[in-house]
């Protein structure tokens, strides 16, 4: 999610595309922990997808969500990008405007009101992925017990819970399929890293 304190002058998604489209630099962004992060890219997709100049965008990496909130709500910059569950708190509260979300629909709770880039009419769907990957040696018998047991394990209330608590999404995926996910992913990350100077061609 793209969010900028309640009193910014961005209203909405598309304040803040012109104004990117317009003049890069002039948006301090902050997101954690580093170049190149899932929160960087986010930033560098949505400048790619509404023209701007990708390399010019200025961009602060924290350490940590908190830290780059914390720069947000000081004044220190104009625009976060972090997970979702990391500013519901300010949301909710009026801290913080929430101008966009980069899911494929909307989130519940504080972000209900909150349309997401599409709708926006800017085509940005991204977010951070988890994976549990063992070694390439593993037996076809000990890859069938460990995809058993992890969508055992996505499957119980538990997990369920704990996707809503922070506004996540259950996108479980296995063998082959994940395969597939993964070298998408790869070959996608490859060309807005190289497009924000941090990969080589």
């Known amino acids: 999610m793209f969010a900028v304190r309640a009193d910014s002058p ?16 002039s948006v301090a962004i902050g ?3 580093a170049l190149g992060s899932h929160n960087h890219i986010a930033v560098g997709l949505l400048a790619k997808a509404v023209g ?3 390399r010019a965008l ?3 990496a924290f350490k940590g969500s908190a830290e ?5 709500l000081g004044g ?11 500013a519901a708190e300010q949301l909710a509260a009026g801290k913080v405007r929430v101008l966009g979300i980069a899911a494929k629909t909307r989130l519940p709770g504080p972000y209900a009101a909150v349309p997401t880039w599409k709708e926006q009419g800017i085509d940005v769907v991204f977010g951070g992925w ?9 037996t076809p018998a000990q890859v069938a017990y460990w995809e058993g047991t992890l969508a055992q394990v996505v499957a119980t209330p538990e997990w369920k819970t704990d996707l809503e608590r922070n506004y996540l999404t259950g996108d479980f995926t ?9 070298a998408a992913e790869y070959d996608a990350m490859k060309t807005i890293l190289t497009e924000l100077g941090l990969a080589k061609k």
């Open 31 to 33: 997101f954690a922990t």
């Open 52 to 54: 701007a100049n990708v």
């Open 10 to 25: 961005f209203k909405d998604g598309r304040d803040l595309a012109d104004r990117l489209k317009r003049d890069p630099k």
């Open 174 to 182: 296995l063998g082959a399929q994940f395969k597939r996910d993964l």
């Open 58 to 60: 200025k961009v602060i």
């Open 68 to 72: 780059a909130m914390t720069a947000l």
């Open 130 to 138: 988890r994976s549990i990957m063992g070694p390439k040696d593993l």
């Open 76 to 86: 220190h910059i104009d625009l976060v990008t972090t997970a979702a569950g990391n």
